[in-house]
């Protein structure tokens, strides 16, 4: 498995754009506005791939000199529980760690959170919905 970050526009952006419809959106009955897929050109997109094909991705957003936010994590179907994400989650840390930033956020899905848990990140606040479902925000400093 190869962990790489990918550029906005390209090919690979739109096989993450897929993807993330396809983990994320369609089973909510949503899809991405124009708006918020050009609000990810100044992101990092991070991406797994085994040979050309997208295993999972994620991407970071900055929100000030010391906070950035994961969003968008997806990882296929068929094969979650596999280490793809904590390997994601490793790698966008590190990313993250090297462009000096000191802490990780981000909105998990309530379904998600023990995943997150497990990568160290703990939850912040009281549950809200976003997106139709509920989330909690969760935190992880980085060291």
């Given at each position: 498995m190869a962990l790489k970050q990918i550029d906005y526009g390209t090919a690979e952006h739109r096989q993450m754009v897929?993807?993330?419809?396809?983990i994320l959106r369609k089973p909510l009955g949503l899809?991405?506005?124009q708006e918020e897929l050009e609000k990810e050109k100044n992101d990092i997109l991070i991406a797994a791939f085994e040979?050309?094909?997208m295993l999972g991705c994620c991407f970071l957003t900055h929100v000030d000199s010391n906070i950035v936010r994961l969003r968008q994590m997806a990882v296929q179907n068929n094969l979650q529980g596999k280490g793809i994400?904590?390997?994601?989650?490793n790698f966008a840390e590190n990313i993250a760690r090297d462009r000096g930033y000191k802490?990780?956020?981000m909105h998990s899905r309530k379904t998600t959170c023990h995943?997150?848990?497990?990568q160290g990140y703990k939850i912040e606040g009281d549950e809200f919905i976003q997106l139709t479902i509920p989330h909690f925000r969760m935190i992880k400093k980085l060291r």
């Open positions: 897929n993807l993330r419809y396809e899809n991405f506005t040979e050309e094909k994400g904590a390997s994601l989650m802490t990780m956020m995943f997150f848990e497990k």
